[in-house]
């Protein structure tokens, strides 16, 4: 069962500073992107300072409250009539007036003034805090939201030094590890850890969605004592999608049509949205944070500024309209020309969503796919390949896939179908080399290396026959005592200084993995 509350991690240095600035009443203003843990960060060290018998005022800043003139501040400011007396009279005297209504809330103690998401206050407010922090009549600790403009009285505090400005960052690969650890109750394997460090890209907010998501739904989970994550287990949740749905704000049509696009394709070349959306509402996101561009050799590839609003973008798009802006999609790759190895991945997954792609295409895609390690996206384009017509390759591609999804029952009756349809050398020694490597994952070096031997007296091509017989002295080698002359059918002792790692099958080349324990 997760933790209540997560702890802070990787914070030690900003709570030091934090706490030594307000101690010494000197202020501070915590930047930083929002979810990172700034509140939780002035929360702990408010719990200090209240230790140390100093009196503290929270507010919280709000699109409503900064419409209305010393709205984050009426919590604590006082209903006196006399109030429309010295709004006519002058803001100055207003401003005294409101300074020593606060100050007198703290009956003598130091006053500790703190405004979460300050870069929303109104010009009265933000006037009256930066008069508080400028008089010493109270230690002012502030929230801002990195990337969003703040009121200059705002600014003026961290400029003027009247307050240290403290930035907190996202949490890195190993801050993220011992967080998991913490909140699980165990050790979480490195796969798992590097998807949710990519997918949240160090947001402690959006990571504790994640992982509370994964838990409830079952797609993370502990296994013999580790925490691993299931291939495509990760959904956004209902509160995750609240959260972006802040985050993204107000929409016009046009601007919602720019971000479904680069949530099912992107990034893409500028030229993509540009001629399927207006050019104006892409740069209008991006001046709201919400996409970024970045040059990619001589093209301006866009993408969406984080990864968790692709799946809260694509989650609400509907099957009609998903179906019809991929097919949109495609066609203006299409027209532009796929020129890549990633346009040709995108082309593919779009087809997928969009139909209308070939079978040459879809394999083309899954073996792109494949490159990365993508196995379910490799096994949906791999069968959509076969619906097409795709033959041995999109069945070798799909089969291979299986074994690595865990499925081991239908990947090894998927190999064997293929070993009995195999009409060339090249295609008989794949499928022997994979589906050996298949037995060697399962049953590490108690593998039946048969299947190789078979293969080595049905196949003639040299180059085919050497990786088969490489491998074959792999398990002679890796075996003690199976490295005799009688050691197989072949008769031949393993060649000298043959790597004894584990060597897998990747569409008929061999690559070095780690070694199986026995």
């Known amino acids: 069962m997760l933790e209540t509350r997560w702890p802070l991690v990787a914070r030690g240095e900003e709570l030091s500073r934090l706490t030594a600035a307000l101690v010494a009443r000197r202020g501070a203003v915590i930047t930083g992107p929002a979810g990172a843990g700034k509140t939780t960060l002035a929360m702990m060290c408010l719990q200090l300072v209240r230790d140390q018998k100093m009196s503290v005022a929270r507010m919280t800043a709000t699109h409503a409250s900064q419409r209305l003139p010393f709205g984050t501040l009426a919590p604590i400011l006082p209903p006196d009539p006399a109030v429309d007396r010295l709004s006519r009279d002058g803001h100055g005297q207003l401003l005294r007036f409101y300074a020593r209504a606060v100050t007198s809330r703290a009956e003598g103690r130091p006053l500790v003034v703190f405004v979460d998401d300050a870069h929303l206050l109104d010009d009265g407010s933000a006037t009256l805090v930066h008069q508080l922090a400028m008089t010493g009549a109270a230690t002012v600790l502030l929230t801002v939201q990195s990337g969003q403009r703040a009121p200059d009285p705002v600014v003026a505090l961290w400029k003027d030094g009247l307050a240290e400005r403290i930035e907190v960052g996202t ?4 801050a993220i590890e011992e967080l998991l650890a913490t909140v699980l109750g165990g050790p979480v ?11 949240s890209r160090g947001n402690p907010l959006y990571l504790r969605e994640l992982v509370t998501g ?20 990760l959904r956004p949740t209902a509160r995750l999608a609240e959260l972006v749905g802040l985050r993204l704000g107000e929409l016009s049509d046009a601007e919602r049509t720019v971000l479904e696009l680069l949530a099912l394709g992107g990034p893409l070349g500028q030229a993509r949205p540009d001629s399927l959306a207006d050019p104006a509402a892409v740069e209008a996101l991006e001046r709201k944070g919400l996409i970024a561009s970045r040059m990619d050799g001589r093209r301006v590839n866009v993408r969406l500024a ?5 799946d809260v973008v694509r989650a609400g798009i509907t099957p009609l309209r998903e179906r019809a ?7 203006a790759v299409e027209a532009t020309g796929a020129r890549r190895q990633e346009d040709t991945l995108l082309l593919a997954s779009l087809r997928l969503t969009g139909g209308g792609g070939s079978a040459e295409l879809l394999v083309a895609g899954a073996i792109a796919t494949r490159a990365r390690h993508d196995h379910s996206l490799t096994e949906r384009l791999a069968r959509a390949a076969m ?3 795709g033959g041995f390759e999109a069945r070798f591609v799909a089969a291979e896939a299986a074994h690595f999804l865990g499925r081991p029952a239908q990947a090894e009756r998927e190999l064997a179908s293929l070993a009995a349809d195999a009409a060339s050398d090249a295609e008989r020694a794949r499928v022997s080399l994979v589906r050996f490597d298949h037995a060697y994952f399962l049953h590490g070096r108690e593998a039946d290396s048969r299947l190789l031997d078979d293969a080595a007296d049905t196949v003639a091509d040299p180059s085919w026959r050497d990786k088969l017989l490489s491998r074959r002295f792999f398990v002679m080698g890796s075996s003690p005592g199976a490295a005799g002359p009688g050691a197989g059918r072949t008769g031949l002792a393993p060649a000298p200084g043959l ?3 584990h060597c897998r099958a990747r569409g008929g080349e061999l690559r070095a993995g780690p070694a199986r324990s026995p």
């Open 387 to 389: 619906a097409e017509g």
């Open 325 to 331: 802006l991929a097919q949109s999609l495609a066609e």
């Open 214 to 233: 994964a838990v409830e739904t079952g797609a993370l989970a502990e296994q013999g004592g580790i925490w691993r994550l299931r291939v495509g287990g």
């Open 171 to 174: 949490l890195g690969d190993a």
């Open 306 to 310: 984080h990864p968790v609003y692709r």
């Open 499 to 501: 790597r004894t790692a």
């Open 189 to 199: 394997d490195a796969a798992s850890v590097l998807v949710f460090s990519d997918r």
